[in-house]
């Protein structure tokens, strides 16, 4: 595997969390950053939620300098995603069971298997960078009692396969690929992602439930769109939805 050129790595053996470390050290980056922890103690899951983080799993923030508006800048949470599939193909040598979860869970089986929490740092008036942490059950799932009810149930690559992936090479393969479809993203914009992406999501034209903290909507998963919503056909239509968790 070869390191991706022009961006730097750093390997923590212990942090809080790897988006506080970015944020720590986001003044003095001069490029694209990842920072690899070996063990987090404070790790963060999205809306606030804690993310378990056992020894030997991947706990990782790679931190960028993104051009164009938010509503682009956002969309790097599907690049990541497709970079953790493919990591996870490129290491294990197969993609049978491997699927994407809108926005951004990659599962296997069925079960969930990285996460990835998306935050944008500010440095002064007008320079901002996007830290996108992302967490791999390499080794180890979080114990049930971790889990909120409905959750898609933890896997881990080794449960999974029988496949033993250090942290460190999942880094390597990781990296890589992001850089491609970064690569792709800057060239080509969103399109060609959120085609790569629909190839590989899960529940694509079946029912699906997304929730936010104040409605539920049941629908058909028709598409993701253009700015990356998740697009349901419901009982009222087609209704197009930007922030959720989805419930299968
Ligand atoms: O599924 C989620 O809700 C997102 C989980 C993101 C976890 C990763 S682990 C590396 C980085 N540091 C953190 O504190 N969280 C992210």
Redesign the pocket.
């Known amino acids: 595997m070869t390191w991706p050129t022009g961006y730097g790595k750093r390997v923590l053996p212990e942090v ?5 470390e970015a944020a720590r050290i986001v003044g003095e980056l001069q490029g694209p950053e990842w920072i690899l ?1 070996l063990r ?1 103690t ?6 606030g ?1 804690d ?1 378990k ?1 056992p020894k030997g799993n ?4 790679l931190v960028i300098r993104p051009e164009g508006p938010a509503s682009q800048v956002a969309l790097r949470s599907f690049v990541a995603s497709l970079a953790v599939y493919d990591a996870c193909e490129s290491l294990t040598g197969r993609s049978e069971g491997l699927a994407l979860k809108w926005p ?2 990659v599962l296997l089986n069925g079960g ?1 298997l ?4 998306l935050e944008s740092v500010g440095q002064g008036t007008g320079v901002s960078h996007l830290s996108i ?3 791999v059950n390499l080794m180890e799932t979080p114990m049930k009692e971790w889990l909120e009810p409905g959750a898609v149930w933890p896997v881990s690559l080794l449960s999974e396969t029988g496949i033993q992936v250090a942290p460190e090479d999942f880094l390597e393969a990781l990296a890589a690929a992001f850089a491609r479809y970064e690569e792709q993203f800057a060239t080509y914009g969103f399109e060609p992602i959120r085609t790569a992406w629909l190839a590989r999501a899960a529940k694509l034209g079946e029912v699906i439930t997304a929730r936010t903290a104040t409605s539920e909507t049941e629908g058909t998963f028709e598409t993701v769109d253009a700015s990356g919503n998740l697009v349901l056909n419901t009982a009222k239509g087609r209704i197009s939805i930007p922030a959720a968790d989805v419930y299968f």
């Open positions: 809080d969390s790897t988006l506080d922890a987090q404070k790790g963060r899951a999205r809306r939620r993310w983080d991947f706990a990782a923030t951004n869970d969930k990285a996460g990835i929490l942490g992302i967490g």
